[in-house]
């Protein structure tokens, strides 16, 4: 069975870091790109963050600068390191992969597998 797994979202102060893990289990994810998504209460889904199997990167605007998406391969795990964060940024956190393709989806529709999200709160 296909499962990916987040785990490190919590409650911070506005300028503090997380680090979020995805640890994916059931088959390698080594030839798929991963994508770290969020939604807000009342927000429609949106994409934080994307690696290509290659390594190449996405970042929504509001985050560059701030989060940091990696992948370890030999772990089958992808991070998103977050910095400075903002209470904008709270949200439940996905982790997603595409199950096939190496390139970055921004849409959402592009993942076949996803986690089951982690909670993060940013306060103010």
């Known amino acids: 069975q296909v499962q990916l797994v987040e785990s490190g979202g919590g409650l911070v102060q506005a300028g503090g870091s997380l680090r979020l893990s995805c640890a994916a289990a059931g088959r390698t994810f080594r030839n798929d790109a991963m994508g770290w998504f969020r939604q807000a209460p009342g927000k429609e889904r949106e994409i934080v963050a994307g690696?290509?199997?290659?390594?190449?990167?996405y970042y929504l605007d509001s985050v560059k600068g701030r989060f940091t998406i990696s992948r370890d391969n030999a772990k089958n795990t992808v991070y998103l390191e977050m910095n400075s964060l903002k209470p904008e940024d709270t949200a439940v956190y996905f982790c997603?992969?595409?199950?096939?393709?190496?390139?970055?989806?921004?849409?959402?529709?592009?993942?076949?597998?996803w986690g089951q999200g982690t909670q993060v709160t940013v306060s103010s």
């Open positions: 690696i290509s199997s290659i390594g190449a990167t």
């Open positions: 997603a992969a595409t199950g096939g393709s190496g390139s970055i989806w921004a849409d959402g529709a592009g993942y076949r597998y």
